[in-house]
């Protein structure tokens, strides 16, 4: 069970749902309290399913009255589900992500921005999407589509003020150490608590009319550049960020190619997301800001043996 269902299960249980929670069952939740005992599991490894085209037939199986489908990650398995589920569900909610957008343009970001995605997982995000919801809108099929920002929360580390998930970043600034951040630090991330992105789900479920055809952004209130992030995390640990600037080129050759790649994809990207689409018509209320999320995480990783 991975960082959203961790928390919308246990969401969806108190909310006096039946539920059935598919997965490939070598995963246990982040947080394992006794709610799971009223989730009934089910075990389906999606790309094998896929790979002879019966994972949709085997989620039509369960009968359920609405599906949630966190990791339909391209148009050809959002196929799929559509054609075996349509006219058997009311209601198909898919986890998309904000990277659909790709750069940003106007910030922030609304929905009814053009997609101009790149990359691979954008692009095909953007591509499901769109599928998605021209079906929704010619043919009537009951779907919603969420798009998430950077999900943390407690048993996993977040995004780091450099664009990367490199834990020596948060190290380096709990130490008072000096951190360089590529250009002058002002390129933006927008994280969502999973805990948030559970909610959102729930509020588009209950308020099915009001979700239908629709897409919408699910991050915290405001994204955070890359400087003030770093400054907010050493406040965090009671030091002052020591902090130097390179540009793009220079840090790149500097970093480690794995730390340089998801630099340059997040900042490249820069999200900065609206979420008054998902206030207004669902309701949606998110409990944590981005910094607030991760220092939850940073806090939780340091109480269960993480060094910093």
């Known amino acids: 069970m991975g960082h959203i269902g961790t928390y919308l299960v246990p969401r969806l249980v108190q909310e006096g749902h039946e539920v059935i929670a598919v997965s490939r069952g070598n995963r246990k939740p982040y947080h394992d309290t006794g709610i ?25 199986a369960l009968g359920a009255d609405a599906v949630i489908d966190l990791i339909c990650f391209n ?27 790709g750069h940003s343009t106007v910030v922030p970001a609304t929905e009814s921005l053009p997609r101009m995605p790149f990359g691979e997982y954008g692009i095909r995000k953007a591509e499901m999407e769109f599928w998605l919801l021209r079906r929704a809108h010619q043919s009537g099929f009951p779907a919603t589509i969420l798009h998430p920002g950077h999900i943390v929360g407690p048993g996993w580390v977040p995004l780091n003020p450099a664009g990367n998930f490199n834990p020596d970043v948060f190290r380096d600034l709990a130490a008072g ?28 479920l209950a308020c099915r009319s009001s979700s239908l055809g629709e897409a919408f952004h699910v991050v915290s ?13 050493a406040r965090h640990f009671g030091k002052e960020a020591s902090l130097s600037f390179l540009p793009w080129e220079d840090w790149k050759r500097a970093a480690n190619p794995a730390d340089a790649g998801a630099t340059e994809d997040h900042i490249m990207h820069s999200p900065n997301s609206s979420i008054e689409k998902a206030r207004a018509r669902l309701g949606y ?24």
């Open 221 to 233: 209130p405001a994204a955070l550049t890359l400087r003030g992030y770093a400054e907010a995390v």
């Open 36 to 60: 799971w005992r009223f989730v009934t599991p089910v075990m389906l490894d999606r790309a094998h399913e896929e790979a002879d085209r019966a994972f949709g037939a085997r989620i039509a």
């Open 177 to 204: 150490r000096k951190l360089t951040l590529p250009n002058l630090g002002m390129e933006t991330v927008h994280h969502v608590h999973a805990d948030d992105v559970a909610q959102a789900f729930c509020r588009a």
């Open 285 to 308: 209320d998110p409990r944590y800001s981005s910094l607030e999320a991760v220092f939850e995480s940073i806090d939780w990783l340091a109480d269960h043996g993480w060094h910093i």
């Open 75 to 101: 148009q050809e398995s959002a196929e799929q589900m559509v054609g075996s589920l349509e006219g058997r569900i009311g209601h198909y909610l898919v986890c998309g992500t904000i990277w659909v957008h």
